[in-house]
């Protein structure tokens, strides 16, 4: 991507700020949702607080192994398709050609005015490969070290904000009250969460927040209901 | 892209796909890590259903609503980038025909070489848009209607991964027998769907199929040792 000053203004929201919103955005919903459900059908805070625990762990694990599997499979299919196109270039040298001048007569480019792009990049195999993958394939070179870092920053985005939630029930003892201070204090850090989410991502703050507590919200009734009707 | 057929051998997974992998991962691990580290902690087989029920609507609700808004919030910042690329190439018309240049000179080719089709995009501005939106941003058009389908396979795929563990604690009243019985069934249906996962998206099928089930165990075997912990 060029460097000039007017291209720096155009929002990318970078790789770890994604993955503690992904992270952050379950843990803060689905253990809160689990307790306030179990508020509604079992009286003893401990019982709610071993079962948030145990979802905070299972929770964590999934999302931040999956995090990783997640970007290891991207790093392995770039790698396969590159080794595609790096076989094509050399075997299907003309069809491989004629593509580069298709995908630019996409855009209203005529073969004639695409012509010397083409040799161009016909004279240099890797960046010839480099122009498929990006341009063809739509892929971005993934960086080696994302996955465990992807993994770690997912997990401990998913245990920070699965234990807001979780608190009040350490605290207090009567799963009622408990739930009352859990839901006043996670609809709190779901709207701040959400605040900074649309910041980071450039979209609109406010409707951000709202949205990030609705879902929590939603997510949390939906869970108490079910866990009533079913006790 | 171009039709040519031997481009069609490149494997892109579907998003429908992408949507079931990724509710279905979480709601195979999720309830089951949950439902076992319960049955390490609670004897009543009551409460460890009511327990999964809940964390099923509730892991439902939070990653079909969060995909919702993941692909809105794709939409909308596709839109407004567009918007950006469609003044930019009234307004800085130069710079944007400068930024065109700077991009194929990253692969090795020459002003010299490219001017034909940076003139020729410059004659279109909307096709020009268009190459700017894929090839300086590597943005593509999202489709409109993703966002409802997305929300409903990711959050159906939970439902439907999270039932397999539960079914056991359902039909059996002890914890300890319906916990041997949900972590067979389960192991199995993990193994089932990493292989499947593997073959839709291209890599191996049996590491797939292994890494699942790992992935799916550790969650598992964490949850059931903390809650064996604090109670």
């Known amino acids: 991507m060029p460097q000039t000053p007017h291209v720096e203004r155009h929002f990318t929201s970078g790789e770890a700020v994604r ?16 307790a306030a459900g179990l508020s509604g059908a079992i009286q003893q805070s401990h019982v ?30 770039y790698a396969s398709e590159r080794r595609r196109e790096q ?8 069809l491989e050609k004629a593509e580069v001048s298709e995908l630019l007569q996409g855009y209203g480019v005529s073969a004639a005015e695409s012509a010397p792009v083409v040799e161009a990049l016909a004279q ?24 465990r870092a992807s993994a770690l920053t997912i997990g401990g985005a998913y ?9 009040p029930y350490l605290a207090i003892g009567s799963t009622h009250s408990a ?13 701040v969460f959400g605040w900074a989410k649309g910041r980071a991502t450039g979209s609109r703050p406010l409707r951000s927040a709202l949205q990030t507590a609705v879902i929590g ?15």
Chains 1, 2 share one sequence.
């Open 19 to 34: 993955d503690v919103v992904i992270g952050m955005s379950d843990g803060l919903t689905v253990p809160f949702a689990l």
């Open 48 to 77: 709610v607080v071993t079962a948030g625990f145990a979802e905070i762990a299972a929770g964590a694990i999934a999302m931040g192994l999956g995090g990783y599997l997640a970007a290891r499979s991207d790093a392995e299919h």
């Open 87 to 94: 076989a094509e270039v050399v075997e299907k040298r003309d």
């Open 124 to 147: 240099r195999p890797e960046a010839w490969v480099d122009f498929m993958m990006r341009f063809e394939l739509g892929l971005e070179r993934p960086d080696p070290r994302r996955a």
């Open 159 to 167: 245990v920070a904000g699965g234990m807001i939630p979780l608190a």
């Open 179 to 191: 739930l009352a201070v859990s839901i006043a204090v996670t609809l709190l850090a779901l709207l």
């Open 217 to 231: 919200g939603l997510a949390a009734a939906a869970a108490f209901g079910l866990a009533r009707l079913i006790t």
